[in-house]
């Protein structure tokens, strides 16, 4: 089965039933997922932010949260110092590029529905569309 580096955004907009949420879960079947360990610690401030901004949906976040926590993730290590420069190099966060160099790394498409990221990730590496 081929792979997919998933990162925080497309599974926040699956696990929140954002509206690109179903499209990305379309572009993930069939596909085993890797992400960053940082993903889970990610995840989980999403939800709490939305938990604190729509306090009445707190049992529906965390329905949605636990489902996707719920996914076949595959964890991998990033080499820090590498993702340090490619975050200096792509004017990116240290969070966003261990995504991108984890899918440089694998040969793999980076599925995200990150602006920032999406617009410095350059033409040789695949994004969500």
């Not at 965390?62 to 993702?83: H, I, Q, S, W």
Request: with cysteine.
């Amino acid at each position: 089965m081929a792979a997919k580096v998933i990162d925080t955004s497309a599974l926040a907009a699956m696990a929140f039933a954002e509206p690109d949420g179903q499209r990305i879960a379309d572009q993930l079947e069939e596909h085993d997922l890797i992400a960053p360990h940082l993903l889970p610690f990610e995840l989980a401030n999403v939800c709490l932010t939305k938990i604190r901004r729509h306090p009445a949906k707190r049992e529906l976040l965390l329905a949605g949260y636990e489902l996707v926590c719920r996914l076949p993730l595959t964890f991998m290590a990033v080499n820090m110092k590498e993702v340090v420069t490619l975050a200096e190099d792509k004017k990116l966060t240290a969070y966003d590029a261990s995504f991108l160099w984890l899918a440089r790394q694998l040969h793999v498409e980076l599925v995200t529905l990150d602006k920032t990221l999406l617009s410095r990730i350059g033409k040789s590496t695949s994004h969500a569309r």
